[in-house]
């Protein structure tokens, strides 16, 4: 089997953040969110994985070849932002194998057992039920079998919402499915869009069941980031106590974290090198790097390198900002 991966969105909603990141690299309840995914995919052994990446590639590039040295990995990038359609067709001289192929995409994390997807003897996709379906791609199921997809549509045949976890066994089909509807120009919203070449093959025959997703964390605002962090936390390990300071659980701090005189938690991951002095801090996110004295921050986001002193504050700050209370 191989595993793509598509993470080459811009997180225009995220910034600051993502001024200096690509989404994937954001911090949250623990590690990055390419983390997430990768530690999920790589226990089902892929013959090798494809990353797409576009805004700031390299930087993800760098990262999955120092943190997953051992990995087989493949980057394409992707200059154009044309859907997810597009950015699988541009993987098919890697990834068009005659091999199965599992699809994640690399903006969502989705928690569930991915050795019961590919242990299926047909085509899966990852579903859940939404309050409005109207903003994903959309399901139609009939007696266990998915017989219709439909892009964003107006009038949602089901509330039964694509998240983003495909497994196909016939990966050609796909990739002549998609280079199909590239070539007929068939778009939702100007992109090409996986749903419609999925559509082409179910029209054609192939069956596709529906795999229900209990675990599915948006992460593509930072109200929704900080919701992702509260829920991934609940299930973190146990924190060992920090002399001198007191940690409420669930929290996530990294050993290389400097915590003095200080609170912390609940709901709350400290990334390596972050030094917390003399401060409050609950319900957020401090990425690596960043500075926080004497201040008590919550619901925030801190990012990498960041300076924060003094002040009871809610915050949304960039890399290598600098913030000071008097």
Known sequence: MKAIIPAAGIGTRLRPHTYTLPKALLYVAGKPIISHILDDVVPLAPSSIVLI????????????????????????????????????????????????????????????DLKKVVAHKTHV?????????????????????????????????????????????????????????????????????????????????????PFVIDEWFDCGKPEAMLETNRKLLKNAPSTPPIEGSIVIPPVSISPGAEIVNSIIGPYVSIAERCVIHS????????????????????????????????????????????????
């Not at 590039?61 to 990995?71: A, D, I, N, T």
């Not at 990995?73 to 005659?98: K, P, S």
């Not at 300076?307 to 000071?324: A, C, H, N, P, T």
């Open 53 to 112: 990446v576009g805004y700031k590639g390299e930087l993800i590039e760098q990262f999955v070849r120092k943190q997953y040295p051992q990995l087989k990995v493949d980057f394409v990038f992707q200059h154009e932002r044309r859907g997810i359609g597009h950015a699988v067709d541009l993987t098919r001289d890697v990834a068009n194998r005659g091999e199965p192929l599992l699809i994640v995409l690399g903006d969502t994390i989705i928690k569930t």
């Open 125 to 209: 996709l990852g579903v859940k039920e939404v309050e409005d379906p109207r903003r994903f791609g959309v399901a139609e199921v009939t007696n266990g079998r998915i017989t219709r997809l439909v892009e964003k549509p107006a009038d949602p045949p089901s509330n039964l919402a694509l998240v983003g976890l495909y497994y196909l066994l016939d990966a050609k089909g796909l990739f002549d499915a998609v280079r199909e509807i590239i070539e007929r120009n068939i778009t939702t919203n100007n992109e090409y869009q996986i749903t419609d070449a999925l559509q082409l093959m179910i029209g054609r025959g192939a069956e596709f069941v």
């Open 279 to 326: 401060s409050v801090v609950r319900d957020s996110v401090v990425s690596e790097g960043a500075t926080v004295t004497d201040a008590l921050l919550e619901s925030s986001l801190i990012g990498a390198n960041a300076v924060i002193r003094g002040g009871f504050k809610k915050l949304d700050v960039g890399d290598s900002s600098e913030i000071s209370f008097k």
